[in-house]
């Protein structure tokens, strides 16, 4: 095919031939999965294990997420009502506010900032 091109005032007569289309590179494949790799997680203290001994589920105070304590705001010995906030965790990105279910005086804290706690796990309990 011939065609004409204009270009800056000048005029250009140009010859043009259809290719053959190329053949796509070939890729070696693979079979083995690819390694996957992920970010490294954040070392804290492990979860305390699941206490034996039955509790008095009217006292305590149950962790409602899995998460990683940011504060306590209670401290033993501290009095509160229902709804007072005991401790904030942070799980995935957002904190969440345990409160106490029942009002009364705080016998022992049993997790620290910075440590893991798991969904259902006692975290506060009351004498």
Do not use: C, H, W
Request: hydrophobic share 45%; proline share 9%.
């Amino acid at each position: 095919m011939k065609f004409t091109i204009t270009i800056n005032n000048k005029t250009y007569e140009v010859d043009v031939e259809a290719a053959e289309p190329e053949a796509a590179p070939r890729v070696p494949m693979s079979t083995e999965p690819a390694p996957v790799r992920l970010p490294a997680a954040r070392v804290t203290a492990a979860p305390k294990p699941a206490d034996s001994s039955p509790v008095n589920e009217e006292k305590v105070a149950r962790s409602p997420v899995s998460g990683i304590v940011v504060r306590a705001t209670a401290q033993v010995g501290q009095v509160l009502q229902v709804g007072d906030v005991l401790l904030v965790l942070e799980a995935m990105k957002m904190e969440t506010s345990v409160t106490s279910p029942i009002a009364g005086k705080i016998k022992s804290i049993n997790v620290a900032p910075g440590e893991s706690v798991q969904n259902g796990q006692v975290v506060v309990e009351f004498e």
